[in-house]
Every structure is written in C-alpha cells, then in structure tokens.
C-alpha cells in the first residue's frame, strides 16, 4: 500500500501467519522467512511465483536483506546462531555462535554493521560488522525488546520494549547505545516497526491498523489505513530507495541478465555470462561472489600530496591547516590563492596578496579581513563607526554598556536566562547551564514550541499531542487553555508583545494562524503555497512575520503581520529548515536546517546571506539570540549548544541534562524591544509609570514622593494636604470634577442637572490617587465616585458592568404567538423579533444642541461639540477668537479637540511627562487637582492613549455576538417547546375524534378556529330506540 494507505495489492499469497519479511528496492524482490516451518523464500514485487532460498531452520527469529553485498542474514533463537547466505540461496555460513536468543536481525551494509535483539534474564542490544567481528553491546535493560529497525539516514536504532504490566514504548538509541525513551504505546501490540525520513511506522495487532509516528517526537500516532486489515498485520518495511543506498544505481557494464546472479555492483559481460566484475573503487572478495571496498590510502597510490581520507568505493585529498586544495584535487599548497582570501586578492610579483574593502584591515593570517565593513563588524558587538582607514571605534545601543575590551555589549539590567521547550516540561536555566527549574510538566504531551510575553510576564507554549496552545503566569503559577479546537501540530508559536497577537504554525494543516493573546479572534493568515511550515518569529517593530517550511520546497519567507506581502528569504541549498530567531540590534535572521546540520544568517531581506555552522551541532532544531551569543538546541546529542552570532566560534556545550530540548527563548527586558510594560496594572506604579528599555519606572505626581518601595507614593506634607482638600477648594476645581474632560454632555442635560450629580471622571481622566485607572473602565463608561469610592458605570446607549459596555439589547419579545390548534389539523405560527439598538447618530438627526458655530461629531453612544476654527468655547456656546485665546489646544498636527477649561486650571506637562501619553497623545496637568491626563488622536483611547479603537470595536463586536447567540438559543427553544406542546395537543385530539360516538348519547361536536373566527358544527343525528313503534 502507498503511506496514505491507499492503491493496497496482494504481492504473495499464503505465506502464513507469523513471518518475518525484508526486501531488495533494487531488484525489486521481496523475501520472507515463516518462522513455523523454518523457510526462507523470495518473490518478485512483479508478482512472480515465489522462490524457496532456505529450508534447514525451524527456529528463524529475525531477517534481514544486504542490497550491497547481495546476503541474506537471520538469526536462530534458540541455536544462538547468525547466519547468511548469498541471495540466491547458495554460500550458507554461520558468523557467530552461542548466542543468547537472537532475534530482529537489521543491518547497515553502508557502515558495514549488523545489530540484533539478545533475550535472556538482561535483553540487550547488541552490535557487529558483516562478518561477524568486533561484536559488542549497545545496551543492556530489564525490559523485553521486540521489533528492532534501523534509520541508517541518523544512524539511529529503533525498537519496541514491553514493561513488566504489559505496557509498551517506543525507544531509540544512536549506533554506540545511547538510549533515550520517547513515545509510550499504550494498548498497542506492535510487532514490526520500519523508519522512513522523519516518520516511524509500526503494526498494531489489536486494532489491525498501521500507524505512524513522528521519529523524533512521538506525540499522538496517525492511522495509515482507515479500515482494519482482514488479519493482524505482522512485519513491515517501507520501499523506498533513500531506505537502501546505492541501491538504485545501475552498472556501467554492458549485458547485465540474471545469470549475474549473486553479483553486487558489478553484471557479466556479453563474452564471459555469469561473471562477477567490480565498479572502480572495488574487488571481488576471495569467495568472487562480491565486491570490497579498496582502500586507497593505505595502498599509497591515491596521489594525494599531504591527506588522504577513504570513502566507500573512492577516497578524496586533504589538507593541513594553513593549506588549500588547489584545482588538481590531489596538490596541497599554502594559502596564497585567490580563493583563500577573505574578500579578494591581487597578484603581484611577489605573489597573490588578499586585500579588504575600506574600512577593514588584513587580520594576521593575511587573508581574512576584519573591520567595519567585514563580516565579523570589526569585533564590535553592535555599532562600528570607522575613524580612520584602518581604525574604528565600538559603541553599544541604548540600554548596553561597553565592555572594558572596548568591544563587547553588555546588556544592563537584570542577567539574563532561558526558556527551554523539553518535550515533556517547560525549563528554566542560565545561559551556563546552572539554576535548572521547570515551570510547566506536562509528561503526557509533546511541548516543542514556546514564547514569553515580556508584559503579562506569561509564558505561551504549544502540546503537538495535546494539540492545544497554553500559558502561564510566572507570578502565580496558574494555567490557562487558550486553543485547544482546530490544532492538528503546532509546532512553531511567537507573540507579538507590541499589538498583542499570537501566531503559530500547523505542520499538519499547512497553516499559518493567529489570534489575540486570549486564543480569540482566530485567524489563518497564510496557506496557498504551504506544506510543512514549522518554525515562527515576529518582529514588531518591523510588523513582520518569517517562517520556515520543510516541504518538498524548503524555503524561508517572510509577510506583513497580515499574511500579505509574502516575501521569499531563502529558497536554496536548504533541505530542512527548522527554528529560525532574529537579532533585534542589527536586524538579522538566523535558522537552521536539522537535516544538513546548518547555521544560516541573513539580512531581514534574505540579503548577505552566509553559513554561520556547519555539521559541529548534530541536528540543530531551534535558535535564540541574545547579545553576542547564538543558542542552538541539538536534537542529536539532546543537549543546548552557544556559539558567537557573528563568527561561529567558542562553539560551547551547555550541561543541562535534557530529554530533548527544542524551542528556545531568551528573557530579558532587552531582549524583545518595544514592550511597555506600563500597559499592564500601570507596570506596578501606583500613580505614573514610564516604560524604558523594558522596564517600569515610577513615579509621582507634584506634592507626592515616591516610597522606599519604588512603586507606591506617599504625601510630601501631609499636613498641607489636609488643608488644601478641605473647604476652601475652588469652584474652578468643583466645576471640573464634574465634568468630563472633553466636556461631552449628554443632549438635553443642564448645567445644573450636572452639578448635582456624583463626581465624574472619563476613561481619559487620572485622579490624583488613581482610583479610577484601578478600576480600568471601558472606553464607554465613566467613573463615578460616590460617597469616596470609585464605581464603573456604562453611559447612555450602552449596557454592561462598566468594566465591558457595548450596545444595548432590546429584551426579547415573542411577537405575535399565534397557536392556531384545529381538531383536524394544528398550525402553530411563531414570530420572534429580535431588537437591537445601534448607535444614534445625533448629528445627522440634528437632535444635538451644538452651537451655531460649533461642528457636531458622533460618537459610539454620544456625540461631541468643537467650536470651528477661529472660535473657542464649550461646543454649545463658541466665541470669536481674540488676540489672546483662553482656550487650550494641542500643538500635534493630529485633529485634536479643543480643552474647554478656564487656562489657569491647566498646564502643559513637564518634561519628566513627555512621553506621559502615547501615540501621539498629548498631555495637560490639572495643578489644583494634581491630575495628568491625554488628549488622545483620532483612533486611541484610555488614559494614557494606549488602546486603538479598532481593538475596543472588535471587543464590542464580540460580546455582542455573543449575546445575540444566547438570544436566538434561548428562542430556539422556546420554539421547539411550543411546537411539541402543539403536537401533544393534535395528538391528544386525534385519538378523541376517531372514537365512536355513544348510540344513548346525543353528541355535537364543534370545532373552531380561533384565529379565523369561523367554527365548523358537526350534528350526528338523534336515533331513539323502539321496538314496538317506527316511522
């Protein structure tokens, strides 16, 4: 069957119930050995009848086909024996002896080794080469083994081992035993396994299906075929010539035929038929019957100058360090060519001389170059700016230090540490290893994505088995369930810490998804031309997404936080690109690619694209950057490496003990720009906070000192407090605390109306003791304090609790509930209306009492008046702009409204509050009330201007909807309830109207229709009985 369980064909018939199989891709034969009779047979793939090999055995436990050396292998249980054979049956030999119940024979004929499973009171895994030699053991445990394979790509072994109840397991080790326990099976009895590129495949017995695994992260396993097989399946092995190397080459000799037989890489020739002949790089073995590698070094006559190095079937020339290969392939000279030099060279009468562009310098070993235009920055971490032709100077970005070398950043600031996705927990550890602690467990999923959110200071990571994307709180501990519908293999996740979104990538869906920060409002961003995206960043500041796709393109692209505007990185010499991470100081991209074992960088455009690593970090997953360091984590050797970002040097192992780290991310508040963390509870303050450089400073307002603590704020002069809080508080200030900032009446509310009411504040208001920011009402409430305490109340035309307002509800009204029963017939006829109030545009009705010169501007649930250019006023009533204006305005360029407060009552802010309001917000200080607040631009809004109208609309939106689906559910059933009462009543009616009427009774029977008014009478007539008269 194909891997999609699809196009399934008999091969062999009847070969029994409990056989072992294996297969030559090259040949295109299957062979099998039935374990009950003790005979091997090999069939052609074509369907030919099949052929009997081997027939001495009754105790074969294991199988296994050499495409290159043309041998069959078993092993015999319970004589303790291995043996081969040449592939047409003849040659038969035993390799080793005394052996402690074999089984599950595999081999690797391109490294020349053979393991198998060792029984007994310890299983084990044991090893040799083809011959039987050098025999040793892999590992030793107390578990039954079973079904061993081998991925000969990872030089991997993989193998089932069942536990003392019976449990089951996946495991695997790397060819000299180390071992590692990934993927538990649960009820399954699984009896043959194979390995195809990133997938394991394995037979179920119980449920007769074949499922697959992903190799290296277990996770929840896939049916391969949907309907069960007709019997259990047994052994497989998946056809495919990346499973046998070399085993689709084809001979360059002529008259290749079958008479060839039991040759290997070699057919005969139309003279001599049947006789064995080697490619180049190979002889005949003394039995003739195949070919041995020759090793050329050791018979001198490679020609190499200096190095030699033996490779299967050739060999290739080497070189000391300080050498260079030159064109011949074979001659070592020192480094004096042009392709030796770091830029470029010049030849002159003395030789080839490297040279380096302006700016950069020779460094001592003549030929790389080094400086501001080089590619090591001249050793500075950051910043270089040249001061002569061959000097420079290193300087460091707001919120780094310059190392006394004069070249290194350091980052100021708390020191940083990692977070490490760990398959089965979530890890917290220094950048050297030391302080490990695990934040999140989770042994039953397959965490391999994570991110941080620098703000809410939560942690965000992905369960590929769970398939469901949660968070935790730092602070607390607690956990929340975000996304848990519609994820197939949420490999990749990152956080846009700026506008607050999350995105994530689905391997299996080929998707590129996001929502906001709670899970909500989801959305796929890109899919058209995906096939197995996996790693994901964000750069918010740039508003860019990049991933990596590891589909039968590779490539790595870049969009808009959107999905549009697809831009492709890199698109060449990748095979399997994995986790990638940006340098926010430089702006530049590095990934990785886990199958060639690949370090890349590039510009954000894919520009200066160079190779950082190369096969020195197994096979790398995941990136993280940070200062001068580059973090990778190694899959093969399950272990986290660091490296230079710039040169790959000081290559260094981080000794954490590891199940299997994958997604890797630094913390710090450097390490991801452009956080305010002021956004969340004021970042700690009690009244001001400043966001710098990823940190909350305080601090407070005039006639306030700021605590020990750093955060709250105490009185300066308690005393003068008292009294200037009392009586004598000036009616500038009664008038203001009564007002809304932009003076937005209510239409038809007097000025006395106003007065008497409790104190208001909006959402753009500050007190002095921030009372209402605690609160955090929405952007369509105001804040009232009474008696003292502050209270969140929504404004006229919207409804809620004050801390979410939005458009109010009609109640529900069932209209028109016409029951309309007949005896014959029943129609039941009801009308729901629902009734939702939108937003009245009191401008456009011209129910407003905006003066004559004054502009009406609509807003959610309210309207505004602004005076005209050339006038000032309250909106209502606007004057003619004199020489010296009372009113205060902004000086942004962006459509501001006018302050309408007396100008002794309000100041512009101080410098040390420039940045008070964001977004272009501009800010005022109340003196007498000791009060910031923002004048926000068109689309902001909060205290602070933090928040985007947009944001609110859609959250709006979405408790609405909410609403209105609760409305027509609850009216859907009432519906349904009405129905079945009119149902019950038809056929409670039904079986009263076909009985019989009584012959001593007169019955008269009336039917109306109430909602037509008209009534049908039915008259039986009257029958008396008499047998002594008639008519």
């Given at each position: 069957m194909d891997l999609d369980g699809k196009n399934q064909r008999r091969l062999v018939a009847g070969v029994g119930s409990s056989i072992l199989l294996d297969y030559d891709f090259r040949d295109e034969r299957v062979y099998w050995a039935d374990q009950h009779t003790g005979v091997i047979y090999k069939a052609s793939a074509r369907g030919a009848h099949r052929q009997k090999l081997y027939s001495s055995d009754k105790n074969i436990s294991g199988l296994a086909v050499d495409w290159i050396s043309n041998s069959v292998y078993w092993t015999s249980g319970e004589k303790g024996k291995i043996k081969r054979m040449d592939l047409n049956g003849k040659n038969e030999r035993t390799l080793l002896r005394h052996l402690t119940q074999p089984s599950s024979i595999t081999v690797d004929p391109t490294r020349r080794f053979l393991f198998w499973l060792s029984g007994g009171i310890t299983p084990s895994i044991q090893r040799s080469d083809l011959t039987?030699?050098?025999?040793?053991?892999?590992?030793?445990?107390?578990?039954?083994?079973?079904?061993?394979?081998?991925?000969?790509?990872?030089?991997?072994?993989?193998?089932?081992?069942?536990?003392?109840?019976?449990?089951?397991?996946?495991?695997?080790?790397?060819?000299?035993?180390?071992?590692?326990?990934?993927?538990?099976?649960?009820?399954?009895?699984?009896?043959?396994?194979?390995?195809?590129?990133?997938?394991?495949?394995?037979?179920?017995?119980?449920?007769?299906?074949?499922?697959?695994?992903?190799?290296?992260?277990?996770?929840?396993?896939?049916?391969?075929?949907?309907?069960?097989?007709?019997?259990?399946?047994?052994?497989?092995?998946?056809?495919?010539?990346?499973?046998?190397?070399?085993?689709?080459?084809?001979?360059?000799?002529?008259?290749?035929?079958?008479?060839?037989?039991?040759?290997?890489?070699?057919?005969?020739?139309?003279?001599?038929?049947?006789?064995?002949?080697?490619?180049?790089?190979?002889?005949?073995?003394?039995?003739?019957?195949?070919?041995?590698?020759?090793?050329?070094?050791?018979?001198?006559?490679?020609?190499?100058?200096?190095?030699?190095?033996?490779i299967p079937g050739s060999y290739f020339c080497t070189c000391p360090q300080g050498y260079a290969l030159l064109p011949d392939r074979k001659t070592c000279q020192g480094k004096v060519e042009k392709y030796s030099c770091g830029h470029g060279c010049l030849i002159t009468d003395e030789g080839a001389v490297c040279v380096c562009p302006d700016g950069s310098i020779l460094q001592e070993d003549g030929q790389a170059c080094t400086g501001c235009s080089s590619p090591d920055n001249g050793g500075c971490s950051q910043m270089c700016t040249p001061v002569t032709p061959s000097r420079w100077q290193c300087s460091c970005l707001p919120g780094y230090q310059l190392h006394q070398d004069s070249k290194r950043c350091i980052a100021s600031g708390p020191p940083p540490y990692l977070l490490v996705a760990n398959l089965v927990d979530v890890r917290q550890i220094h950048p050297d290893g030391s302080g490990d602690r695990t934040l999140v467990q989770d042994p039953r999923g397959t965490i391999i994505a994570l991110d941080y959110d620098p703000i809410q200071n939560h942690v965000y990571f992905a369960s590929t088995r769970q398939k469901t994307i949660e968070r935790v709180d730092l602070n607390d501990g607690s956990r929340d369930v975000l996304v848990s519908d519609g994820l197939d293999s949420p490999e990749g996740l990152a956080l846009d810490w700026v506008h607050r979104r999350m995105y994530w990538t689905d391997k299996s869906q080929a998707t590129v998804d996001c929502s906001n920060l709670a899970g909500l409002n989801r959305q796929t961003l890109v899919s058209k031309g995906l096939e197995e995206p996996r790693g994901i960043v964000v750069h918010p500041l740039a508003k860019k997404l990049f991933w990596t796709d590891m589909g039968a393109q590779p490539v790595v692209e870049s969009a808009s936080l959107e999905g549009t505007d697809r831009v492709v990185i890199a698109s060449t010499n990748l095979v399997s690109p994995t986790g990638l991470t940006i340098d926010f100081t430089d702006d530049h991209l590095f990934w990785c690619d886990q199958r060639r074992g690949l370090v890349e960088t590039a510009a954000l455009d894919g520009s200066d694209r160079r190779v950082l690593l190369e096969n020195q970090v197994g096979r790398p997953f995941d990136l993280a950057v940070f200062e001068d360091k580059l973090w990778i984590s190694d899959w093969e050797h399950r272990q986290l490496r660091s490296v230079h970002k710039r040169t790959g040097k000081n290559l260094q192992r981080i000794h954490v003990n590891m199940v299997q780290p994958a997604s890797v991310v630094v913390v710090h508040p450097l390490s991801k720009p452009g956080a305010d963390v002021c956004l969340h509870l004021n970042g700690g303050c009690a009244q001001v906070c400043e966001s710098k450089l990823g940190l909350a400073h305080c601090s407070c307002l005039s006639r306030y000192v700021l605590s020990a603590d750093g955060k709250s704020c105490s009185p300066a002069d308690a005393s003068n407090k008292t009294a200037e809080s009392?009586?004598?508080?000036?009616?500038?200030?009664?008038?203001?605390?009564?007002?809304?900032?932009?003076?937005?009446?209510?239409?038809?509310?007097?000025?006395?109306?106003?007065?008497?009411?409790?104190?208001?504040?909006?959402?753009?208001?500050?007190?002095?003791?921030?009372?209402?920011?605690?609160?955090?009402?929405?952007?369509?409430?105001?804040?009232?304090?009474?008696?003292?305490?502050?209270?969140?109340?929504?404004?006229?035309?919207?409804?809620?609790?004050?801390?979410?307002?939005?458009?109010?509800?009609?109640?529900?009204?069932?209209?028109?509930?016409?029951?309309?029963?007949?005896?014959?017939?029943?129609?039941?006829?009801?009308?729901?209306?629902?009734?939702?109030?939108?937003?009245?545009?009191?401008?456009?009705?011209?129910?407003?009492?905006?003066?004559?010169?004054?502009?009406?501007?609509?807003?959610?649930?309210?309207?505004?008046?602004?005076?005209?250019?050339?006038?000032?006023?309250?909106?209502?009533?606007?004057?003619?702009?004199?020489?010296?204006?009372?009113?205060?305005?902004?000086?942004?360029?962006?459509?501001?409204?006018?302050?309408?407060?007396?100008?002794?009552?309000?100041?512009?802010?101080?410098?040390?509050?420039?940045?008070?309001?964001?977004?272009?917000?501009?800010?005022?200080?109340?003196?007498?009330?000791?009060?910031?607040?923002?004048?926000?631009?068109?689309?902001?809004?909060?205290?602070?201007?933090?928040?985007?109208?947009?944001?609110?609309?859609?959250?709006?939106?979405?408790?609405?909807?909410?609403?209105?689906?609760?409305?027509?559910?609850?009216?859907?059933?009432?519906?349904?309830?009405?129905?079945?009462?009119?149902?019950?009543?038809?056929?409670?009616?039904?079986?009263?109207?076909?009985?019989?009427?009584?012959?001593?009774?007169?019955?008269?029977?009336?039917?109306?229709?109430?909602?037509?008014?008209?009534?049908?009478?039915?008259?039986?007539?009257?029958?008396r009985k008499s047998s002594s008269r008639s008519r």
């Open positions: 039987g030699q050098r025999k040793t053991m892999l590992i030793k445990m107390a578990e039954q083994l079973k079904a061993l394979t081998v991925d000969r790509e990872d030089k991997r072994l993989f193998w089932v081992q069942f536990g003392l109840q019976g449990e089951s397991a996946i495991a695997s080790c790397d060819y000299n035993g180390n071992h590692n326990v990934f993927s538990p099976l649960v009820r399954a009895q699984s009896l043959g396994i194979s390995i195809f590129l990133e997938h394991l495949y394995y037979t179920d017995a119980t449920s007769r299906i074949i499922k697959q695994l992903d190799k290296n992260t277990g996770g929840e396993s896939l049916s391969v075929n949907i309907k069960p097989m007709g019997k259990p399946p047994v052994d497989i092995k998946v056809v495919h010539p990346l499973n046998q190397p070399m085993g689709d080459s084809q001979s360059t000799f002529p008259g290749c035929n079958e008479q060839s037989g039991n040759c290997v890489n070699v057919c005969s020739s139309l003279a001599q038929q049947g006789t064995c002949k080697c490619n180049e790089g190979f002889a005949l073995s003394k039995q003739g019957t195949h070919c041995e590698d020759v090793n050329e070094c050791a018979h001198w006559n490679h020609g190499c100058s200096l190095g030699c190095e033996n009392g009586d004598g508080e000036s009616n500038d200030l009664a008038s203001l605390k009564n007002k809304t900032f932009n003076d937005e009446s209510t239409p038809g509310q007097s000025d006395s109306d106003v007065s008497s009411e409790p104190a208001l504040y909006t959402d753009k208001m500050v007190s002095d003791q921030n009372e209402c920011y605690s609160l955090r009402c929405d952007v369509n409430a105001q804040c009232l304090l009474i008696a003292g305490s502050p209270t969140c109340s929504c404004v006229e035309g919207f409804a809620g609790d004050g801390q979410l307002c939005v458009g109010e509800l009609c109640k529900i009204h069932v209209m028109d509930a016409i029951k309309s029963v007949n005896l014959l017939t029943v129609h039941v006829t009801v009308r729901l209306i629902f009734l939702f109030v939108s937003d009245i545009d009191e401008c456009k009705q011209g129910t407003h009492t905006c003066g004559k010169n004054a502009e009406c501007q609509n807003n959610l649930g309210r309207y505004q008046c602004k005076c005209q250019a050339g006038y000032h006023g309250n909106g209502k009533s606007c004057q003619e702009l004199e020489t010296t204006s009372p009113s205060v305005t902004t000086g942004s360029p962006a459509d501001v409204t006018t302050l309408h407060h007396n100008s002794n009552s309000v100041e512009s802010c101080p410098s040390t509050h420039e940045s008070y309001c964001l977004y272009e917000g501009v800010c005022f200080y109340f003196p007498e009330m000791e009060s910031y607040a923002c004048n926000c631009v068109s689309g902001y809004l909060g205290e602070r201007c933090q928040f985007s109208d947009l944001e609110w609309w859609e959250l709006q939106q979405a408790e609405e909807e909410k609403r209105r689906n609760v409305v027509i559910a609850a009216c859907m059933v009432a519906l349904v309830s009405l129905l079945s009462i009119a149902a019950c009543v038809t056929y409670c009616f039904g079986k009263f109207f076909h009985k019989q009427p009584s012959v001593d009774n007169v019955s008269e029977t009336s039917v109306t229709d109430e909602s037509s008014s008209e009534s049908t009478t039915t008259s039986v007539p009257r029958v």
